[in-house]
C-alpha cells in the first residue's frame, strides 16, 4: 500500500518565536544601498516603504524573535502542519532512501505564504496603515496576503504577473473572494505598467515588473506600505516556523536529516525550512540543503553574485545576492512563483558561503514528478513544490546507485488544486519546455535581452 504515514505535532508544539539565522551565518548580509545614491539606505527610506516592526526585524540581531499572541492563535487555523512519509515513492523508486516531506498546502491559502502575511497584516494593522501593496507571482503570495488582511481588517492590493492574472484565474478569483483586489502587471494603473506596454503591447510580465508597480503604487500614496512575499529577511524570518516545526517532528521519531530540499524562486521557501538547521550544519553535522529552481530561471545555479535591484524599473533598493539581471524578463512557465530574477539576500548569502546547493529542471520533468507523485500519493503538488520533488526523485535514485541509505526531507510548500490547467496541458501532451536560460541568454532572445529596462 501507498498510504502516507503522519508525523504529527499537539496544537502546543506550535513555535512560540521565529528563529533569525543572521547570527549563525558566517557573516552578516551586505546593506541595501540606496537605488540612486548606491549608499546604504537609511530607516527613514525604509520606514516609507515598510511597517516599522518589519523594518526592525530587517536588520535584527536577536536570534530568536517572539511570535505575538494574535499572530500565533491565527497560525492555530492549520499549525502545526503535518510531516508525512512518502512510502509510495520509495517503493516506486525502489531505493533504500527514507523520503520525508513537510505538507503546507494545509493552509487556508494553499502554500507555505501564509505564514508571513498574517505576521506582515498584523503589524500593518498595529502601525495603522490604511492597505499593504504587493507584487504576486503565481498567486500563492497574493492569495495569502489577501485572506491576512481580509482577518486583520485592513486592505490589500496585489499586482499579479499579467502571465499567470491571464493563466491563473483562480487564484486571482480567490484573492477576490477574500475581499481584495487584483490587477494584472504590466498594466496601466501605473506610469511604469504603461510605458511598458506602450513598447510591447503582449509583454508577459515578470515579479520585477509587479514589484515596480507595487512601490510606484505605495509612493503615490501616504497611507499605503508595501509588502513582501520572499527576498526580505524579515519573510524568510517568519516562514521559520516550518523549520522548527520539522526539526522538531523529525526528532520525535529519531531522524536527522542528509538531505534537505526545498524549490527555489526567491528563497522564503527554502529559509523558512532550511535555516532552523543551518547551525547543526555549521557545527559539522552532515546535512546536504539543495535547492531546486527552474531551468527557465536559474538564479542560484547560473546567477552572478553582486548587486543589483530588486523590482524592474531600478527604483527600489540594491541588495547583494545570487541574480540573473534586474531587467531579466524569464518565459511564461507554469511555475509562476518561481519567476524572479534574484534570490533572497539571505538565501544568495548561504549559496556563496557553500552552506546550499542548487540544480535546476526544465518544465515538463518537473510535472512528470509532480503527476508520479499524485498517482502515488492523491496529493497535486503545486509546480512549485513539483520542483523539490524532481530533485528528491534524483537523490533518491543517487542513492539507489551507491547503495547508500540516507534521510530526505523536502518542503512540499503548497497544492496544485489550481494549478489544474498547467497538469491538463502536461497531461494532454501540449506542454513545452522554455528554453533554457543559457540557450535564450545565448540567442539574444527579447524575453532575455530586457523588456522590462
Known sequence: MNFLERHDLPLSKIPKRWYNVVPDLPR???????????????????ERLLPKALVAQES????????????????????????????????HLDTPAEIYFKYEGASPSGSHKLNSALA??????????????????????????????????????????????????????????FGQQVLPSPGPHTEYGRALLAGTPDHPGSEATAVSEALETVRRNPGDRFSMGAFANHVLLHQTVVGLETREQLAEIGKQPDHLVASVGCGSNMGGFAFPFVSDKLAGADIG???????????????????????????????????????????????????????????????????????????????????????????????ESAHAIRAVIDLAQECTRQRRHAVIVFCYSGHGLLDLGAYRSFNAGEMADAEPYEVALAAGEPAVAGLAG
Not at 28 to 44: G, K, M, Q
Not at 137 to 150: H, R, V
Not at 346 to 375: K, W
Open 28 to 46: 552578516i548580509p551586505d546593506d541595501y544601498l540606496h537605488p540612486v545614491t548606491r549608499e546604504p539606505v537609511d530607516r527613514e527610506f525604509m
Open 60 to 91: 535584527s540581531m536577536e536570534r530568536w524573535i517572539t511570535i505575538p499572541e494574535e499572530v500565533r492563535a491565527a497560525y492555530r487555523l492549520w499549525r502545526p502542519t503535518p510531516l508525512f512519509r512518502a512510502h509510495g515513492l520509495e517503493r
Open 120 to 177: 506582515q497584516a498584523y503589524y500593518a494593522k498595529l502601525e495603522g496603515v490604511d492597505r499593504l501593496v504587493t507584487d504576486t507571482g503565481a498567486g500563492q503570495w497574493g492569495s495569502a496576503l489577501s485572506l491576512a488582511c481580509s482577518l486583520f481588517g485592513i486592505k490589500a492590493l496585489a499586482y499579479m504577473v499579467r502571465a499567470s492574472y491571464e493563466s491563473k484565474p483562480y487564484r486571482r478569483n480567490l484573492m477576490e473572494t
Open 289 to 383: 540543503i539543495l535547492a531546486a529552481e527552474p531551468a527557465a530561471c536559474p538564479t542560484l545555479t547560473a546567477g552572478e553574485y553582486r548587486y543589483d535591484f530588486a523590482d524592474g524599473s531600478g527604483s527600489g533598493p540594491m541588495a547583494r545576492t545570487y541574480t540573473l539581471g534586474y531587467e531579466f524578463v524569464p518565459p511564461p512557465i507554469h511555475s509562476g512563483g518561481l519567476r524572479y530574477h534574484g534570490a533572497a539576500p539571505l538565501v544568495g548569502l548561504a549559496r556563496h558561503e557553500g552552506i546550499l546547493d542548487s540544480r535546476a529542471y526544465a518544465q515538463r520533468e518537473v510535472f512528470e514528478a509532480g503527476t508520479l507523485f499524485a498517482r502515488l500519493h492523491g496529493l497535486v503538488p503545486a509546480p
